[in-house]
């Protein structure tokens, strides 16, 4: 292939820059020839002599050393010829090329001088005086409008004279798809099609996204119609008032987070090679984190996939999609996996309630594969997980360490786990050496699976299950005077939104009030919230509060949250939401 021919694949690639290809001396007309399927004279012509290569992103008034132009004209004989060829390439924005002796044949050029005034430069070599900014090529998206930056003619001080254009010649060059017809040809409308359209933020209220936040607020960004008329979850450039360009971003213009960020870079094209290049950095961290494939594959923001959750369990995997962008994206998601981990089964696990705030509706099914039970593996235990039924995505992954923990202090002891769903905190301590352990729900499924993963794991004689509502059993427990060795409690969240955090914490305190109670002199309890509207500080006090109630004096011997498979955005605190508690009791 033409080396002329790879270096434009190249930017395309790398940049998502269309290849205007014109190159120095005119020898990419061969490779134009073979590419685009124009003839030899044809493409010599669109390459013109002495052209070199200069690539720049689109801006909103360029100004380039005192000089620039736009592109006047395509040789009308080749456009769609020209557009398909250019679609092979792969990419489709522009490639700016800058002239450095002559007139390109079939371009009429323009030189912006330091006071933004323009000179036209016509066939004879005559000029025109033009007063004022250069014309905008109209955008395909939304009526949005960038500067058309071009290419600049100037002549070497030592070069040769202008090279004539003859007036015929002229005449039927500028009847050519010029860019600034109102009519564009098919070509520039799939150019503008290719770029992702721009969203600004409004004046002053970029200081939250030039710090780094990944969430941009339907309040801080400029809702003008055409934004308003983009679909939810498009992908968008995100730019402030000051043309800071801030990267490639999803964006919902009916969510409270109007635009979520994927990419710094503003040339990224969140593609399935994207996906897959994200999948891959987060696959190899948790290669280094985990012996075995069980665990939390993508956490959202913190892995640059915002508003997307996928837990791995060996050959399966479960996603859940909790933004329009990661709904629309899913295709591609999917895609990706199958590039790296090649899962056997895929389930949506879309059942989130913040998927209304969204515009998205709640649902749970099959996205490849076989539907079925599933395994997961931890701390060499198995566990049966319902993917399509269970909870969230099937297992909590995040509890991970809390489970080691409390199941290292369970020898010999009698055990409580309130609020058990499949028993991960109750079997690991059953299989730690607890004497008998007691199993707490209000599902009845939930308690199957747990003792389940009992007879798997060989304890099921040491497990019972009692299926009840947590709170009201436990107040049942004291009125009954009974006491463990170990209790733990880790209830489903108490705060569903913010205007639900008073209750929450009354419910804590309550909550651990009742925990402690049952504990034994010298005993343990692990208490946990799982609410992102409850701080970690509140928490605590509620879970202060409830033990000083209960008339015990206590120690903390741990405060934690989820684990590594789990990481958190540093701009988003509120991505913390698990708050873990381990109390030894006197």
Same mark, same amino acid.
């Given at each position: 292939?033409?080396?002329?021919?790879?270096? #434009?694949?190249?930017?395309?690639?790398?940049?998502?820059?269309?290849?205007?290809?014109?190159?120095?001396?005119?020898?990419?007309?061969?490779?134009?020839?073979?590419?685009?399927?124009?003839? !030899?004279?044809?493409?010599?012509?669109?390459?013109?002599?002495?052209?070199?290569?200069?690539?720049?992103?689109?801006?909103?008034? &360029?100004?380039?050393?005192? #000089?620039?132009?736009?592109?006047?004209?395509?040789?009308?004989?080749?456009?769609?010829?020209?557009? @398909?060829?250019?679609?092979?390439?792969?990419?489709?924005?522009?490639?700016?090329?800058?002239?450095? !002796?002559?007139?390109?044949? *079939?371009?009429?050029?323009?030189?912006?001088?330091?006071?933004?005034? *323009?000179?036209?430069?016509?066939?004879?070599?005559?000029?025109?005086?033009?007063?004022?900014?250069?014309?905008?090529?109209?955008?395909?998206?939304?009526?949005?409008? =960038?500067?058309?930056?071009?290419?600049?003619?100037?002549? !070497?001080? @030592?070069?040769?004279?202008?090279?004539?254009?003859?007036?015929?010649?002229?005449?039927?060059?500028?009847?050519?798809?010029?860019?600034?017809?109102?009519?564009?040809?098919?070509?520039?409308?799939?150019?503008?099609?290719?770029?992702?359209?721009?969203?600004?933020?409004?004046?002053?209220?970029?200081?939250?996204?030039? /710090? *780094?936040?990944?969430?941009?607020?339907?309040?801080?960004? /400029?809702?003008?119609?055409?934004?308003?008329?983009?679909?939810?979850?498009?992908?968008?450039?995100?730019?402030?008032?000051?043309?800071?360009?801030?990267?490639?971003?999803?964006?919902?213009?009916?969510?409270?987070? *109007?635009?979520?960020?994927?990419?710094?870079?503003?040339?990224?094209?969140?593609?399935?090679?994207?996906?897959?290049? !994200?999948?891959?950095?987060?696959?190899?961290?948790?290669?280094?984190?985990?012996?075995?494939?069980?665990?939390?594959?993508?956490?959202?923001? /913190?892995?640059?996939?915002?508003?997307?959750?996928?837990?791995?369990?060996?050959?399966?995997?479960?996603?859940?999609?909790?933004?329009?962008?990661?709904?629309?994206?899913?295709?591609?998601?999917?895609?990706?996996?199958?590039?790296?981990?090649?899962?056997?089964?895929?389930?949506?696990?879309?059942? @989130?309630?913040?998927?209304?705030?969204?515009?998205?509706?709640?649902?749970?099914?099959?996205?490849?594969?076989?539907?079925?039970?599933?395994?997961?593996?931890?701390?060499?235990?198995?566990?049966?997980?319902?993917?399509?039924?269970?909870?969230?995505?099937?297992?909590?992954?995040?509890?991970?360490?809390?489970?080691?923990?409390?199941?290292?202090?369970?020898? +010999?002891?009698?055990?409580?786990?309130?609020?058990?769903?499949?028993?991960?905190?109750?079997?690991?301590?059953?299989?730690?050496?607890?004497?008998?352990?007691?199993?707490?729900?209000?599902?009845?499924?939930?308690?199957?699976?747990?003792?389940? =993963?009992?007879?798997?794991?060989?304890?099921?004689?040491?497990?019972?299950?009692?299926?009840?509502?947590?709170?009201?059993?436990?107040?049942?427990? &004291?009125?009954?005077?009974?006491?463990?060795?170990?209790?733990?409690?880790?209830?489903?969240?108490?705060?569903?939104?913010?205007?639900?955090?008073? /209750?929450?914490?009354?419910?804590?305190?309550?909550?651990?009030?009742?925990?402690?109670?049952?504990?034994?002199?010298? +005993?343990?309890?692990?208490?946990?919230?799982?609410?992102?509207?409850?701080?970690?500080?509140?928490?605590?006090?509620?879970?202060?509060?409830?033990?000083?109630?209960?008339?015990?004096?206590?120690?903390?011997?741990?405060?934690?949250?989820?684990?590594?498979?789990?990481?958190?955005?540093?701009?988003?605190?509120?991505?913390?939401?698990?708050? +873990?508690?381990?109390?030894?009791?006197?």
């Amino acid at each position: 292939m033409d080396r002329n021919i790879q270096i #434009a694949r190249h930017a395309a690639d790398h940049l998502q820059l269309l290849p205007i290809l014109l190159a120095k001396g005119g020898d990419i007309g061969a490779g134009l020839q073979k590419q685009l399927g124009a003839n !030899r004279g044809d493409a010599a012509e669109m390459a013109g002599p002495h052209i070199t290569f200069k690539t720049v992103r689109w801006a909103g008034n &360029v100004n380039h050393a005192g #000089a620039a132009g736009r592109i006047h004209g395509f040789n009308e004989r080749q456009p769609d010829q020209i557009a @398909s060829g250019i679609a092979k390439l792969g990419k489709v924005p522009i490639l700016i090329t800058r002239v450095a !002796r002559q007139i390109i044949t *079939g371009v009429e050029l323009q030189r912006i001088d330091e006071d933004g005034s *323009g000179h036209s430069i016509r066939p004879g070599g005559t000029r025109r005086r033009q007063q004022g900014k250069m014309p905008v090529m109209q955008r395909a998206h939304g009526g949005h409008q =960038a500067q058309a930056v071009a290419i600049a003619a100037q002549r !070497r001080r @030592s070069g040769p004279k202008r090279r004539q254009v003859s007036t015929d010649q002229h005449q039927r060059l500028l009847a050519l798809c010029a860019l600034r017809d109102k009519r564009q040809t098919a070509m520039v409308r799939r150019m503008n099609a290719a770029l992702p359209p721009v969203i600004r933020l409004l004046p002053g209220r970029d200081r939250r996204v030039k /710090a *780094g936040h990944p969430w941009a607020f339907s309040n801080e960004i /400029a809702m003008n119609p055409a934004a308003k008329a983009l679909p939810p979850g498009s992908v968008v450039r995100l730019e402030g008032d000051d043309g800071v360009k801030h990267g490639v971003w999803h964006f919902n213009p009916h969510s409270l987070i *109007g635009a979520r960020k994927l990419d710094r870079n503003p040339d990224a094209a969140c593609d399935a090679d994207w996906f897959r290049k !994200r999948l891959q950095e987060a696959l190899t961290l948790r290669d280094k984190l985990f012996d075995r494939p069980h665990y939390r594959l993508i956490h959202a923001e /913190a892995d640059g996939l915002p508003g997307l959750v996928i837990d791995r369990y060996g050959d399966a995997v479960t996603i859940q999609a909790n933004s329009a962008g990661m709904e629309a994206a899913t295709p591609l998601i999917l895609e990706a996996l199958h590039a790296l981990i090649a899962p056997r089964m895929v389930i949506a696990r879309n059942d @989130s309630a913040v998927r209304a705030l969204e515009g998205l509706a709640e649902e749970t099914k099959l996205l490849h594969g076989e539907a079925g039970m599933i395994s997961v593996e931890e701390s060499g235990l198995s566990f049966a997980v319902d993917p399509l039924g269970g909870q969230k995505t099937g297992w909590f992954f995040d509890q991970r360490e809390h489970r080691a923990r409390v199941a290292r202090l369970a020898k +010999g002891a009698t055990v409580l786990d309130a609020f058990c769903h499949t028993g991960g905190f109750g079997v690991s301590a059953a299989v730690a050496g607890a004497a008998h352990v007691t199993l707490l729900d209000r599902s009845e499924a939930a308690l199957a699976l747990a003792l389940e =993963a009992a007879q798997r794991n060989g304890v099921a004689d040491r497990v019972e299950t009692q299926k009840a509502e947590a709170l009201e059993a436990l107040e049942r427990m &004291v009125g009954a005077g009974k006491r463990f060795g170990v209790v733990i409690t880790d209830p489903p969240a108490f705060a569903k939104a913010r205007k639900d955090q008073p /209750a929450a914490l009354r419910a804590y305190g309550k909550l651990a009030r009742l925990g402690a109670t049952l504990v034994e002199k010298g +005993g343990f309890f692990f208490i946990a919230s799982c609410s992102h509207h409850v701080a970690p500080g509140e928490f605590a006090d509620a879970v202060a509060w409830g033990v000083q109630r209960a008339g015990r004096e206590a120690r903390i011997l741990h405060m934690g949250g989820a684990g590594p498979d789990h990481p958190l955005h540093p701009m988003l605190p509120e991505s913390a939401y698990l708050k +873990g508690m381990l109390l030894h009791l006197r």
